[in-house]
């Protein structure tokens, strides 16, 4: 019988923000560790918040007699800790710092108003066993987390202002978002119907990927990409990869099963082909792929398949020189848009901004865009930015078919 | 029970949360998880600011009382309070499914129960991926306040869940089916439901055609008109939009004129359901709020602090997900009241639009957004071909002038997976519903 405990820490710091103000503070320290006992091809669990006694551990052997298959070894004789975390302030130092910069943007920017959250956020995810086992990933960061209304609209919110970073310069925060609420102020009326480049993040479009490449799906002939692997069906620039590398923010060098990568990333789609799908211990093993370090589930969970953090390889070209002087839409805030079964994506865009020479410029009213899967990362496939030049985010930008209704 | 502290506000909510999952997948047991978790958050108020704490270490609950209050600036005025004014005190117990606690039920009979639904999957040779679910949910909540209030409930959930990958035409199509109930006896013998949804999804994906990006008039299922309401209008009465924007405030003003003279949208957190909530995370008992009524903006959605910003009453809309986040403004059971046509009248006027059936999410601010998962068109009257479309969107307050028919009896839906999200918020267990609501000048893709 193998034990393997695995844990989750999250220490948070939470300034609620109403008007443009702090008005409440939210300090939250949760453990929450799972026990793991793996015996016979079987797996027991029990969880506990806080640490975990020599009841959690019995649970969770008495929980093997629920038969749960787990047929694959426990990874195993490896120690590896990385600890990210940038020296960061007090959180007395984080609540002065954060009251000066909401200062700040009411004085210059009175014809908004900010809320929801500004966060200092640490977490620290380890799993260890019987084996030798014992990863720790460490991490910690700052999310300013703003919905933004002008005080003359009617919407309940025009846009969102999110920013992630492990250290992150309060000054450049406000520069970026003030160049934000600047081009706001800019409406501009010019109608634009047809397909232009459109600056996006992959977050936003990355649905049909997320669906298609599951390994699960895959392997049962149930995505659209099931005839493609090995093929080329994207553009050369296009490589898409698992990424447990330091820039994902919170992201750990492992996944739930204790498996990693080399260089803690792996291609999925490479130079526009298809290479495998994700796939953790059961999906590798049952399918014969590549296992991509892709399982996951809460701490108190059998290891299941689940999304790992994917990023799109950046292009050495900063967005402005992507776009070339060619005019451009930044999708800001889209509004639920979706793929439907044969990879076409439709969503509204609630705000746009337009670009040029790589610069916001103004506000443009709501509008559509739409595309197919094969052609927005084929032949309309621009490239993802090198350079992070809004939201602290690197953008891709595609050519799309915008409407405006 | 607690020492709270001089001239603040202070209240605790403990959250006992006991859960089963029994998860097969293609057939393979995958998890069987039962959970009992404790965990409270803590908060206190001085009339200027809210301070929070969650733990999970119920021993320390004063400690955290006490941190938050060396935070805290005293306040010799707090009971006088606008906000502290508005906190209801209720008293007493309110334990409505302690006879009938899934969490007493064995697993060897929820193992029993999930296996009846996983046995039929099998008859269907194109489904070619499924995960049939078991989830139930007992939750005692004990509140407790520095102003009187301490009340202890409960509300509970139990679901099967079946979801399948269809392949047809060399596409795969995803459908689910969700039964859900709230005691444990009643999840036995649904099958025909189960397979009835089924069959609509196989009839779908073998036969859906691509629609013809346009403008249509559509009918609306009962579950889609209620994430219609939810998504187009629910969360604009959520109060904590409008706080100190005297802009909204004038353009939502009540008794204001926002939509068609036959719609009414009602938030309940009466209704037994996934949107049941029979006192709110503050404290405050559930009351039947009308958004909308014949048309006229009639009410909004509160916090104990948002109705005392707004000068306006309490609704216990005050929310959290967890004891791990403080309550805000949210919605319970949303839907859509119903009118006098009949279904067979509403389709009956149309000569060509499309029935939204299902969906797969929803989301809407000033466009509203709905990607369906089943859709057909309607031709003369009658329910025609199956439609692919990726979503379907409307300005909001325009669609809400452009709602020319509701079918007379009501549907209210509920979900025992997924639910509402609102910032960091996510998921939060709502219900909706409706009638069928016909709208004009959709926007389909």
Redesign the interface.
């Known amino acids: 019988m193998v034990r393997e405990q695995f844990q989750v820490k999250i220490n948070s710091f939470t300034l ?1 923000v ?2 443009t103000a ?10 929450k560790t799972g026990c793991r006992v793996y015996s016979d091809g079987y797996i027991g ?1 029990s ?1 506990t ?2 640490e975990a006694g020599e009841k959690t551990w019995l649970d969770a052997e008495k ?1 093997l007699m ?4 787990y047929p694959y070894p426990p990874s195993a004789g490896k120690t590896r800790i990385r600890n990210t975390k940038k020296a960061c302030g007090s959180q007395t130092d984080f609540l002065k710092q954060s009251e000066e910069f909401l200062a700040r943007i009411r004085k210059d920017f009175p014809d908004f ?1 900010c ?3 500004l966060m200092s956020v640490e977490s620290e995810v380890s799993i260890h066993n019987d084996l030798g086992l014992d990863y720790c990933n460490s991490d910690q960061s700052i999310v300013f ?1 703003l ?1 933004v ?1 002008h ?7 025009d846009t969102i202002y999110s920013f992630e970073d492990r250290d992150p310069d309060f000054e450049s925060v406000y520069e970026d978002l003030s160049s934000q609420l600047t081009a706001f102020r800019n409406p501009m009326e010019q109608k634009i119907n047809g397909k232009i480049p459109v600056v996006i993040g992959f977050q936003d479009i990355s649905g049909k990927f997320i669906e298609s490449l599951n390994g ?2 895959l392997g ?5 990409f099931g005839d493609k692997i090995g093929k080329k069906v994207f553009n050369d620039d296009f490589s898409l990869i698992v990424d447990r590398g330091i820039e994902p923010i919170h992201a750990s060098f492992f996944d739930v099963e204790g498996s990693v990568l080399e260089s803690d990333q792996t291609a999925l789609i490479e130079k526009g082909q298809i290479r495998c799908g994700y796939a953790d211990k059961k999906t590798a093993d049952k399918y014969g792929m590549r296992n991509t370090a892709a399982a996951g589930g809460e701490y ?3 290891p ?1 398949l689940s999304v790992p953090p994917l990023s799109v390889l950046p292009s050495q070209k900063t967005l402005a020189e992507i776009l070339n002087g060619r005019d451009a839409v930044i999708a800001a805030v889209l ?8 990879g ?5 865009v ?1 705000m746009a901004y337009s670009i040029r020479d790589g610069k916001l410029v103004g506000k443009l009213p ?1 509008l ?1 865009i ?1 595309g197919n899967i094969y052609d927005l990362f084929g032949n309309d496939y621009f490239g993802q930015s090198g350079d992070k030049p809004f939201c602290g985010e690197r953008y891709l930008v595609l050519n799309m078919d915008v409407n405006q ?1 | 029970m607690y020492q709270y502290p001089k001239n603040l506000y202070t209240d605790v909510r403990i959250e006992t949360v006991s859960k089963t999952n029994i998860q097969f997948e293609n057939g393979e047991l995958k998890e069987n998880k039962t959970v009992s978790e404790k965990g409270a958050m803590v908060r206190i108020y001085d009339g200027k600011r809210w301070y929070y704490s969650a733990t999970t270490d119920l021993n320390s609950i004063q400690n955290e009382i006490d941190d938050l209050a060396e935070m805290a600036v005293p306040n010799s005025a707090i009971l006088q309070d606008s906000v502290v004014d508005k906190l209801e005190i209720n008293r007493g117990m309110d334990l409505r499914y302690q006879q009938d606690d899934v969490s007493l039920i064995s697993n060897d009979q929820k193992m029993a129960l999930v296996k009846s639904y996983l046995e039929l999957i099998s008859d269907y040779p194109e489904i070619r991926n499924s995960k049939i679910f078991y989830l139930d949910n007992h939750t005692v909540k004990h509140f407790v306040s520095g102003k009187g209030a301490d009340i202890t409930f409960d509300t509970q959930n139990c679901t099967i869940v079946a979801r399948y990958t269809i392949m047809a035409n060399d596409f795969p199509q995803d459908g689910q089916a969700n039964i859900y109930k709230i005691r444990f006896h009643e999840l036995a013998g649904h099958q025909r439901e189960v397979r009835d949804e089924i069959e609509k999804d196989l009839d779908y994906a073998k036969r859906a055609v691509p629609v013809k990006p346009g403008v249509y008039t559509c009918i609306l299922s009962p579950l889609v008109a209620g994430v219609f309401a939810h998504e187009s209008f629910g969360h604009k009465s959520e109060a904590d939009f409008m706080i100190g924007d005297e802009e909204m405030r004038k353009e939502w003003v009540i008794g204001k004129k926002v939509g068609a003279s036959l719609l009414n949208i009602i938030d309940s957190g009466q209704i037994e359901g996934s949107g049941y909530v029979p006192y709110d995370d503050e404290g405050c008992r559930a009351k039947k709020t009308y958004l909308i009524k014949d048309g006229v903006l009639s009410g909004r959605l509160h916090s104990a602090y948002t109705a005392a910003l707004l000068n306006e009453n309490p609704t216990a809309n005050a929310r959290a997900i967890s004891f791990e986040y403080e309550p805000i403004v949210r919605m319970t059971t949303t839907y859509i009241d119903s009118g006098k046509q009949t279904k067979e009248e509403l389709f009956g006027e149309v000569e060509d639009g499309i029935f939204i059936d299902d969906f797969k999410h929803g989301s809407g601010m000033s466009t509203f957004t709905i990607a369906p998962s089943r859709a057909y068109r309607i031709c003369h009257g009658k329910i025609a071909e199956p439609l692919k479309i990726a979503v379907i969107t409307g300005n909001v307050m325009k669609t809400l002038h452009e709602i020319d028919g509701v079918s007379d009896a009501v549907e209210i839906k509920s979900f025992g997976t997924g639910g509402c999200g609102k910032m960091e918020q996510y998921p939060l267990r709502v219900g909706f519903g409706g009638p069928y609501v016909r709208v004009n000048g959709i926007n389909v893709q």
């Open positions: 609620n109403t008007q702090v008005d409440a503070v939210r300090k939250k320290q949760i453990t669990i969880g918040f806080g929980n629920k038969k749960i298959p108003i809320s929801n959250k987390g919905v209304k005080i003359k609209s009617i919407n309940v919110f699960e799906a049962r002939g149930v995505s659209i108190n969970s059998v299941a509004s639920g848009g979706d793929f439907n079964n044969e076409q994506f439709a969503s509204p609630q709501e559509t739409s209704y």
